[in-house]
């Protein structure tokens, strides 16, 4: 069965660089959720999307936005990083009713 | 979401059943009960959810008590695989994305 596709799996950047992540959710899934879980730390929620619209909001901080598009995949954009930005970033869908399936995550190394 | 408390640590002999407690006191009336677990590093995955009823699928049972304020998760024949943080969640069914809180969870450590 089709799972939750991340991309890309490991990304290293620098200090005050930006970075973008992806997420394409299963098929027909029509709900996209993002989390951030740092070294030792349990997932935390930053953002979710419902047929495109903003649906809850986490702990997010300002510098980061995200979006879900037309064909329900999702992008979380992440400017001015900092060295507490490392951490694995999961994204998980689901559709109506249903369990939240997660992805492998993308690891964010900020150097 | 109910908050919810799991011991921090368990170990089990592989081969045995493996019983995962969860209290849940505050749990509302359309709250239900979520099972995932997360292998080292790698995404959560989704193991078993109940309302009130005891349910079982190929990986799990979940056993909820009557007044549905604790459940326990149930993997009968542990193997060294099964060797992960196990997360018990409480929240209403998905209706239009809402958040999981992931609280701290239990790690199991299978035994050889």
């Known amino acids: 069965a089709a799972g939750v596709i991340q991309s890309p799996r490991h990304l290293i950047k620098e200090k005050r660089e930006t970075a973008t992540l992806k997420c394409y959710p299963i098929?027909?899934?029509?709900?996209v959720y993002w989390y951030q879980q740092g070294p030792g730390q349990d997932p935390q929620f930053l953002i979710s999307?419902?047929?495109?619209?903003?649906?809850d909001k986490g702990s997010i901080p300002d510098r980061f936005s995200a979006q879900q598009f037309s064909d329900y995949h999702s992008e979380l954009n992440m400017s001015s990083l900092e060295l507490g930005d490392s951490a694995l970033y999961f994204c998980?869908?689901?559709?109506?009713?249903?369990?939240?399936?997660f992805g492998d995550g993308t690891r964010l190394s900020i150097l | 979401d109910a908050k919810t408390t799991q011991p921090t640590s368990m170990d089990c002999a592989e081969g045995r059943a493996a019983n995962l407690p969860c209290n849940h006191s505050?749990?509302?009336?359309?709250?239900?009960v979520y099972w995932y677990r997360q292998i080292h590093s790698q995404g959560p995955q989704y193991i078993i959810h109940?309302?009130?009823n005891n349910e079982t699928n190929e990986m799990a049972s979940l056993i909820i008590t009557e007044d549905r304020k604790s459940s326990t998760l149930i993997l009968p024949h542990a193997t060294l695989r099964d060797t992960a943080v196990y997360y018990c969640?409480?929240?209403?069914?998905?209706?239009?994305?809402?958040?999981?809180?992931f609280g701290a969870g239990t790690r199991l450590f299978v035994k050889a």
């Open positions: 998980a869908s689901s559709s109506l009713g249903e369990p939240q399936h």
């Open positions: 098929p027909r899934h029509d709900t």
């Open positions: 999307f419902y047929e495109k619209m903003q649906s």
């Open positions: 505050t749990i509302s009336g359309n709250e239900y």
């Open positions: 109940g309302l009130k």
């Open positions: 969640i409480v929240r209403a069914p998905n209706t239009g994305g809402f958040k999981t809180i």
